[in-house]
């Protein structure tokens, strides 16, 4: 593509935040603390994760950027920065999760491969940029598409980025033509990220915004959207990111037997604490983030001092101090939840963390019968255990 450059070495990175946990540096993984990723509801863009396949791409010349609009449609197009921006402006609150959040949790069972990610590895962003059904409705596909006449089933997003996994091509996605014409799924081209543009790690100058999905289908750094008959058959459509069960290995592995991960499971984690965590007070707060997939309301956030023997509701905001409510029209469907929950603890307890969404999926109990060995989707319930100071543990006597 005119104007873009793909550095062969790590030499022209971005600056990051101090702060950031790195999980690998070449390419640059990293998420931020527990407690910065719930200090506020909209995460700040230098404390958004960092999910990479390899060295970030350069745009050197704005002016000639473009992308491509292609495949099976009445009217390809090349657009530029400009004719993206003259569309319509839709601004998305959502929340972006790879989907091995929590995988270092898994490995605790049994190892499995992948960056070793925290509970840290999502971040809540408002995106702004053009929605994908009004890009298709320029190149003759109207609204609501299932199937083009041509027989177009799926939108691919392909990168500037090219990475290893994709034998040196570029990393590349798909959703249903489906989801991409439908204006209500608030798929986006964005430009933005929290009323900025786009910096370098998060896509600059365009990226795909696929709300509700696990973060490897909204791809970076587009070069094009091209219609498809079939699903994508790139690396990270066939090969990876597939929720197999715990009996398959690596020896055993058939990748064609399972589908493509796309709505994100109900997914809840505990900010305020560490796993383990050293305690002066009895009367702690427990804080964190709840998400469900596929636009799903959290209906409720369960909270256990007891490691699950017995439950208490914990408080559920997206506005501060307003009580969230899923079915609420004001809410923001894509967007995470933040629960708090004022506890009086036992010595030595185990604090658990379950959400509920408004399908009432509920997270599995257990890490061993979700186990799998690309390690994703890690949805069991959040434990933390809590280790009592001497002054805490002698005034329970």
Same mark, same amino acid.
């Given at each position: 593509m005119p104007g873009v450059t793909g550095p062969s070495e790590y030499s022209q990175e971005p600056p990051r935040h101090r702060s950031l946990k790195i999980n690998a540096k070449e390419p640059f993984n990293a998420e931020p603390p527990r407690s910065a990723l719930v200090a506020s509801y909209i995460t700040p863009v230098d404390m958004f994760y960092k999910r990479n396949h390899g060295p970030i791409p350069i745009v050197d010349d704005i002016e000639k950027y473009?992308?491509?609009?292609?495949?099976?449609?009445?009217?390809?197009? !090349?657009?530029?920065? &400009?004719?993206?921006?003259?569309?319509?402006?839709?601004?998305?609150? %959502?929340?972006?999760?790879?989907?091995? *959040?929590?995988?270092? %949790?898994? $490995?605790?069972?049994?190892?499995?491969?992948?960056?070793?990610?925290?509970?840290?590895?999502?971040?809540?962003?408002?995106?702004g940029g053009a929605k994908l059904s009004d890009v298709l409705e320029l190149v003759g596909i109207p609204k609501h598409t299932e199937i083009t006449s041509s027989g177009g089933k799926?939108?691919?997003f392909i990168s500037v980025d090219m990475c290893k996994e994709e034998k040196g091509g570029p990393y590349k996605a798909s959703i249903p033509l $489906?989801? %991409?014409?439908?204006?209500?799924?608030?798929?986006?081209?964005?430009?933005?990220? *929290?009323? !900025?543009?786009? *910096?370098?790690?998060?896509g600059y100058p365009?990226?795909?915004?696929?709300?509700?999905?696990?973060? &490897?289908?909204?791809?970076?750094?587009?070069?094009?959207?091209?219609?498809?008959? !079939?699903?994508?058959q790139g690396f990270f459509m066939q090969l990876d990111y597939k929720m197999f069960p715990p009996s398959v290995n690596w020896d055993n592995?058939?990748?064609?037997?399972?589908?493509?991960?796309?709505?994100?499971p109900v997914q809840c984690a505990i900010c305020s604490?560490?796993?383990?965590?050293?305690?002066?007070?009895?009367?702690?707060?427990?804080?964190?983030?709840?998400?469900s997939g596929g636009g799903r309301g959290i209906e409720r956030v369960d909270i256990s001092v007891d490691g699950g023997k017995t439950w208490m509701e914990a408080f559920r905001y997206q506005k501060s101090?307003?009580?969230?409510?899923? !079915?609420?029209?004001?809410?923001?469907?894509? &967007?995470?939840?933040?629960?708090?929950?004022?506890?009086?603890?036992?010595p030595n307890a185990e604090i658990v963390a379950k959400a509920v969404d408004s399908a009432s999926n509920v997270q599995p109990e257990n890490v061993e019968g979700i186990w799998n060995l690309r390690g994703i989707l890690n949805t069991s319930w959040h434990r933390v255990q809590i280790q009592s100071s001497p002054q805490v543990a002698h005034s329970n006597l």
């Open positions: 473009c992308v491509s609009i292609n495949g099976l449609v009445e009217h390809p197009k !090349e657009l530029s920065m &400009a004719d993206i921006r003259k569309l319509p402006k839709y601004t998305v609150t %959502a929340t972006l999760q790879c989907a091995g *959040n929590r995988r270092t %949790a898994m $490995s605790k069972t049994r190892t499995v491969k992948g960056v070793g990610w925290d509970v840290a590895a999502l971040g809540n962003a408002t995106w799926h939108v691919e $489906s989801q %991409a014409t439908n204006p209500a799924a608030d798929v986006l081209l964005a430009y933005e990220m *929290n009323g !900025e543009i786009l *910096n370098r790690d998060h365009l990226r795909g915004i696929v709300p509700g999905v696990i973060g &490897a289908r909204s791809v970076k750094w587009l070069d094009s959207v091209s219609v498809v008959v !079939e699903q994508c592995i058939i990748w064609s037997t399972r589908r493509a991960c796309m709505d994100f604490l560490e796993d383990v965590s050293v305690v002066k007070d009895r009367k702690v707060t427990i804080s964190g983030y709840a998400v101090g307003v009580p969230y409510v899923a !079915e609420d029209v004001d809410s923001d469907k894509w &967007a995470w939840v933040l629960f708090k929950a004022e506890v009086e603890i036992p």
